[in-house]
């Protein structure tokens, strides 16, 4: 490693926890041999290494890109998905956060997949299958003249290996595990996580079909194929169905549900194939085989001017957006894929997700209520334009170093649009990243003014928001005494005696009504390659 530039870097203590645990790179007695500063430049000269097979990049050439990185990196201005900040430069360089694995109708696909799914695992990333082609509970196979188990028993097995796989040592992998809506065991699935014991290392979403929706919208039946023999094997009314995924839902939070349908007339590179399942928090579809890197601008840290009158600083918002975007193209290829298949389709469409996190944080500094109509307005502002920069930059690296092989037969082909990646923006919930960011996850709203969060499985953060110190110490309510009445409850609504605005701005997820969370959703999708 080359000598690290000048630097400033403030990490809180619970970043530095979280970075101790699971990122910094550690010696054979378990301890680390690495600082945050030095993680971060091992990350940043082992990314710009990429830059070396365009143009004829000089050494100069890549350092200039590797200070640049750091600087975006230990600045806290952005900062990609866990495994490449645990893995670049180090023996692993498995770099990607998210994978979707096919599943066919065989036990040689199955335990592939089960092995595939180890190795993924072991390297920090999640991820995703589509079980809709397994043929359900008690049909026939005849090999062995038995019965199937159907594709909720295959999912046990799934579960069970992530349980023993730890990812670098510090936690279990997660899963998303999909089933269409027409698929024969469709009410076994939607009931399994009603079982807190059943399946602890997955998410499930119900895959659901432009059919079925026009069958619910008329309250009407529809019919479930058996993928085997694509015969329908029985008919149920829709609205029950939808009824018990929604009961299932407000009890467990799971099903969550994808549109299958609405998914795919999005997917890019439809020549390629269809996109049957996503990652496990469902912000990136992606095709069999497919892979993605992510990464998040803090925007917190792009607000200019003096506390009294800040605003948003869009020109460095700007720079970060482009930097951040060459980065992740980087990163494709100084990745190194778990499997041959992964590379192939990964490379053939370079897909990046650059997202935001920090967005409550950013209102707060704004002195904007989240479930406000300007904060709406501010979010589709912001969002577009760092898609609008993102695509700008994309289109840039295509002229540097051609468009993403798959490009030929896209739709962005089809509109005229040449883009080094088939998709740009993306928002994930940056869970650990937004600890070490010390910042608010994703476009959430902030969890509680206070409050207590477990990682790791055993390793309890506590927070008190930055800003609400600052804002009740300028107020005059600021005591010991108000802190441990905040500690007792996420929400501050009821603390009546606090400044009518200090409550509003301080709102927590806890505080805003569905329909907000909602809204707020949908102006991020908007400019959102993929999901949210």
């Not at 007695?29 to 990049?57: C, I, L």
């Amino acid at each position: 490693m080359t000598q690290i530039p000048p630097h400033k870097m403030t990490l809180t203590p619970n970043a530095l926890t979280v970075l101790r645990r699971r990122y910094l790179r550690k010696g054979p007695t378990g301890k680390p041999v690495e600082t945050p500063a030095q993680m971060f430049w091992r990350v940043a000269e082992n990314v710009a290494q990429a830059e070396s097979r365009y143009d004829h990049a000089t050494t100069k050439e890549v350092r200039h890109w590797a200070e640049a990185f750091f600087r975006m990196m230990s600045g806290l201005e952005f900062l990609p998905n866990s495994p490449t900040l645990m893995n670049a430069g180090r023996e692993l360089q498995q770099l990607s956060a998210c994978f979707v694995l096919p599943i066919q109708d065989s036990l040689n696909s199955i335990f592939d997949a089960v092995k595939q799914q180890a190795l993924i695992h072991q390297s920090g990333g999640g991820t995703g299958f589509a079980f809709s082609r397994l043929r359900p509970r008690n049909d026939r196979v005849d090999s062995t003249s038995g019965v199937a188990s159907g594709p909720v028993s295959f999912m046990r097995v799934f579960n069970m290996a992530t349980e023993v796989i730890k990812q670098g040592g510090t936690r279990r992998g997660a899963n998303m595990g999909i089933l269409r809506v027409d698929h024969p065991d469709i009410l076994d699935f939607i009931a399994v996580k009603q079982d807190p014991r059943e399946l602890t290392n997955f998410n499930i979403s119900v895959g659901l079909t432009d059919a079925f929706m026009r069958a619910l919208d008329r309250h009407g039946e529809y019919p479930l194929v058996n993928p085997r023999t694509r015969k329908t094997v029985g008919r149920l009314k829709a609205v029950e169905v939808f009824d018990r995924l929604v009961e299932a839902a407000w009890h467990t939070g799971e099903p969550g549900v994808v549109f299958l349908d609405t998914i795919n007339r999005d997917n890019p590179t439809p020549p390629v194939g269809q996109i049957e399942a996503t990652n496990p928090c469902a912000e990136q579809p992606l095709l069999s085989y497919e892979s993605c890197t992510l990464g998040s601008i803090n925007l917190g840290q792009h607000v200019a001017g003096s506390p009294i009158d800040p605003r948003i600083d869009f020109d460095r918002l700007a720079d970060t957006t482009r930097l951040a975007v060459r980065f992740l193209d980087d990163v494709l290829d100084m990745n190194r894929y778990p499997l041959p298949e992964i590379e192939t389709v990964t490379k053939g469409n370079r897909r990046i997700g650059l997202g935001v996190m920090g967005f409550a944080d950013l209102l707060i500094l704004l002195g904007i209520p989240y479930n406000s109509e300007e904060a709406l307005r501010l979010a589709e502002q912001l969002m577009r334009f760092i898609w609008e920069r993102g695509w700008e930059a994309s289109a840039q690296l295509a002229k540097e170093r051609g468009t993403f092989p798959n490009y030929r037969g896209s739709r962005l082909a089809a509109k005229g649009h040449r883009l080094r990646n088939a998709t740009v923006t993306t928002v994930a919930p940056t869970g650990t990243i937004s600890i070490i960011a010390d910042c608010s996850p994703g476009i959430e709203p902030i969890y509680g003014v206070s409050f207590v969060r477990t990682v790791m499985d055993d390793v309890r953060l506590t927070s008190l928001h930055p800003a609400f110190i600052r804002h009740a110490t300028d107020a005059g309510v600021y005591s010991p005494a108000l802190v441990e009445r905040i500690a007792a409850n996420e929400s501050i609504q009821h603390l009546t005696d606090l400044p009518e605005s200090l409550r509003r701005l301080f709102v927590t997820a806890h505080d805003i009504p569905p329909e907000q969370h909602v809204r707020m959703q949908a102006v991020f999708q908007k400019y959102s390659d993929s999901g949210v």
